[in-house]
């Protein structure tokens, strides 16, 4: 029933750990992927682009006049998508510093990462979203995490390191992340008798080399007792996505291996 034979889905973080994995599987189910990423996030990855049914064009998520430019040019160039994925999420211009736990986050870095993981998902969601209600049809997705849902607990961080600091998550990660939710809610209801429909999707943590014992601490809570992989948020995605969800709107997926129910 996952069926996306020529529906053209947006797709913003399209070069990340997971986006990559979500580009690659939405066009093997037969959709139009437009893969949208920083430029030289791109420039990294030259296979992303390679692949059959992908346009990928590069767009700074924190530059509003950029999202409207490259949501003007997406509708007129491919019509007005069925789907968008709002995927994309920054960690700002130093790792080090958004890895800060506790209350130690600067004012930039707050910034820099609210501007693509809350303010950009509005107003890219906006853009592509008048046009699928123009067309009378579409599915959104926001992508929050579980610890939009739950606290993270600072006890499974102790001596675990990633991208070369102490891992951590900031409270404007916890807020953000939450903050999607009520936009999905919001929306939903907005657009609902336009036949566009709003949901999203909040990951658990996944397994992408993370040093230390964070994995295993991490794992031992998660009643599937492991951490996901990217492969574990492409079925939750790509069901939402299609007509399979038909009668799905304004809820949040918790993929998570149970994480959040005890
Ligand atoms: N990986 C996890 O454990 C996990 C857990 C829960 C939720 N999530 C969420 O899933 C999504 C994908 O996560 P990921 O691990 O693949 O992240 P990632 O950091 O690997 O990828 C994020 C992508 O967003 C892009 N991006 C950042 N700033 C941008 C900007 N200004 N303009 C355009 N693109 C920009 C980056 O270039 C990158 O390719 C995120 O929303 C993340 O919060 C991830």
């Known amino acids: 029933m996952i069926d996306l034979t020529d529906r053209i889905i947006v797709l913003t973080g399209a ?15 037969g959709a139009r992927v437009i893969a949208l ?3 030289a996030a791109l420039a990294a990855d030259a296979t992303l682009a390679a692949q059959p049914n992908v346009h990928a064009y590069p767009v700074d998520l924190s530059d509003v006049g950029d999202i409207t430019a490259v949501s003007r040019m997406i509708v007129e160039t491919h019509g007005a998508p069925h789907g968008l994925v709002n995927n994309a999420a920054s960690k700002g211009r130093d790792i080090g510093a958004f890895m800060l736990s506790g209350t130690e986050i600067t004012p930039e870095t707050w910034r820099e990462v609210s501007a693509v993981n809350l303010d ?8 592509i979203g008048r046009s699928m209600v123009s067309a009378g049809r579409g599915s959104i997705l926001f992508i929050g995490s579980i610890y939009g849902e739950m606290a993270p607990d600072p006890r499974i961080y102790e001596g675990s390191f990633y991208l070369g600091s102490q ?3 900031p409270p404007v990660y916890s807020a953000t992340k939450a903050a999607v939710g009520g936009l999905t809610r919001y929306l939903a209801a907005l657009w609902g008798e336009h036949g566009v429909r709003v949901n999203c999707v909040s990951p658990g943590g996944v397994s992408s080399g993370q040093g230390g014992p964070f994995a295993e601490k991490y794992a031992a809570r998660v009643p599937l007792r492991r951490m996901a992989t990217p492969d574990d948020m492409v079925g939750p995605v790509a069901f939402l996505l299609s007509d399979a969800a038909a009668y799905i709107t304004g809820q949040t997926l918790l993929v998570d291996g149970g994480l959040s129910i005890w």
Do not use: K, P, Q, W
């Open 37 to 39: 990423d920083l430029a």
């Open 167 to 169: 891992i951590g998550t």
């Open 15 to 29: 070069a990340g750990i997971l986006g990559r994995r979500y580009v690659s599987a939405l066009a093997e189910l």
């Open 120 to 127: 950009a998902s509005f107003f890219l969601t906006r853009e």
